[in-house]
């Protein structure tokens, strides 16, 4: 689900969580600044690091990161590379197609990263081989310090960094992008809207897709009827009760429709 929706002028619109307007000046969202001490840290180590903040820093991450609630430290992989033309890769040991990123490139770039988080952020390798992003570990990641991202590139990344480092490795899916920048954009966005203060409504998470194990109820607003299609009466109620009581249920029915293995692993906890 979205949270908002961006406003195309400076006048003031609310989205029921939190009231944005729109610049009328560019802001510098990743400055050299001094790191904020209790600020949610995003470490990105990427071969581009100017795709961030990128969408990050519009809307309500945006406006969480200049207000300082959490900031992004991009760390570019190539300041790390080998050589005059600052290699980062080699071709991969036993033969084969493609280049795997160096360990000794991606553990200087490592190294650098840490000496400036808390030792408690995981560090997280977006591969496709790896478990699968969910909202349970968005929230874990939401309840800690920050986190060290690599993007990979090319074939992936030397075996051993991912040992050295006890690195996690982390899949958005059954999908192979083209390197690891997409996917960790996707991942702090979830994280970071969970953060104290960046939502104006702290329950509207509550009843949000996957905060119970299920999907998400339909969602009405005005007008009451559309090309024929009417809210149900049960919304326009005003029995909170009733109206509890459906949302349930159609979350229930569109989890075990659309999704039967959310489903079974939400009756296997009862």
Known sequence: MSDDQTPSAPTPKSHG?????AATKPRELVESSPALARAWTAQVISLFPEAFPGVLGLSLTGKALQDGIWQIDPI???????????????????????MVLRPDVMGNAIDAARARIHPAAPIIYLSPRGRRFDQAMAQSLARGPGATLICGRFEGLDERVIEHYNVTEVSLG????????????????????LLPGVLGNAESTDEESFSHGLLEHPQYTKPA??????????????????????????????????????????????
């Open 76 to 98: 570019p992989l190539r300041d790390f590379g080998i050589g005059k033309h600052r290699n980062v890769d080699d071709t991969p040991a036993g033969g084969g197609a493609g």
């Open 17 to 21: 969580r939190k009231t944005i307007r």
């Open 225 to 270: 009827e559309w090309k024929g299609r009417a809210i149900p009466p049960v919304l326009m109620s005003g029995h909170h009760g009733e109206i509890a009581k459906w949302r349930r249920a159609m979350s229930q029915d569109i989890t075990r429709t659309r999704r039967p293995d959310l489903w079974a692993a939400h009756e296997g906890k009862k």
């Open 174 to 193: 059954d999908f192979v992008l083209t390197g690891g920048e997409l996917a960790a954009q996707a991942l702090l966005d979830a994280t970071v809207r």
